[in-house]
């Protein structure tokens, strides 16, 4: 974002900001806009990782608080106390595979603890005399959308929800309460529904870093079904870009959806992904790589097909994705190469048990 000599400085919590998309936000925010203040709130689940934030414990205007967007007083002590204009949230329990394994959390935490952010935030909002600065951003995904046919349209801002996992669900459910808290009480609430991100500081569970990390370990590339399942691909570094803009220029009680302008069938994407390893990585122990590719069963609730229409923040904002998925994933393979020590203490026993309950393979 160009800095504006006019811009008044915020105040901002951002939740779920030791996580993937949540801490590359930090650190766009943190460094475009070094006058705000900026409190980090993160439960630290398997997928919160405070390393990622260590660059930023030392600044004065940076906080970390380690917490539940569930616990409601102490969401309104962190309002009042830091006198916050800004939420953006971002605070969810995320992966498909594991809501099918443990559906529970993801209600918890994405319907109740957003729930509870909107309801501490709209008190807070009314004593404040409800300011025109005060914007309440809610990151969301395609998933809630469902799934499209080959020929289909991609999503748009007004395509019906049909969520088909437990995961998808329960952020559909999100976005509707966030939405109804603007109708029907006029708080600031902006919704994005974004594609797949990609990028540094991926939990290793998901698609990209696992097989950037199984080919450095000599593992199989597990691929769901046949591979033919199409994702949008976002590079998390755009995407935070967008939401940049969506805060600063968004329109209160809208939706924008963030896509990546990248469709690319699974398999295609990781025999890209295999080729630059291969280029890349150096003295690799099994190459090429694709031979390291391995079919495994479907996974239940598996959309075949999701793309974004990001035309709304394109016309509206003047947000374009900067990177080509070739791009993205050779900026991304770099990062995990050069930061190893980042991403080997993750690989622990329950992600190890995760890794075997949803590709049913030993993790050795």
Known sequence: MTQDDTRKARRIIITGGAGFIGSNFVHHWSKNYPEDRIIVLDSLTYAGNRATLKDLENLENFRFVHGDICDRPLVDELLKQENIDTVAHFAAESHVDRSILGPGAFVQTNVVGTFTLLESFRQYWLESAKPEHHRFLHVSTDEVYGSLEPNDPPFSETTPYSPNSPYSASKAGSDHLARAYYHTYGMPTIITNCSNNYGPFHFPEKLLPLMIINILLSKPLPVYGDGQNVRDWLYVKDHCQALDLVIHKGTPGQTYNVGGNNEVKNIDLVHLLCKLMDE?????PVKPA??????????????????????????????VPQKTVEQGIRETILWYLENQQWWRPLLSADYQAYYEASYGQKFT
């Open 290 to 319: 694709e031979s390291l590719i391995t079919f495994v069963k479907d996974r239940p609730g598996h959309d075949r097909r999701y793309a974004i229409d990001a035309s709304k923040i394109r016309h509206e904002l003047g947000w």
């Open 280 to 284: 890349l990585a150096g003295d690799l």
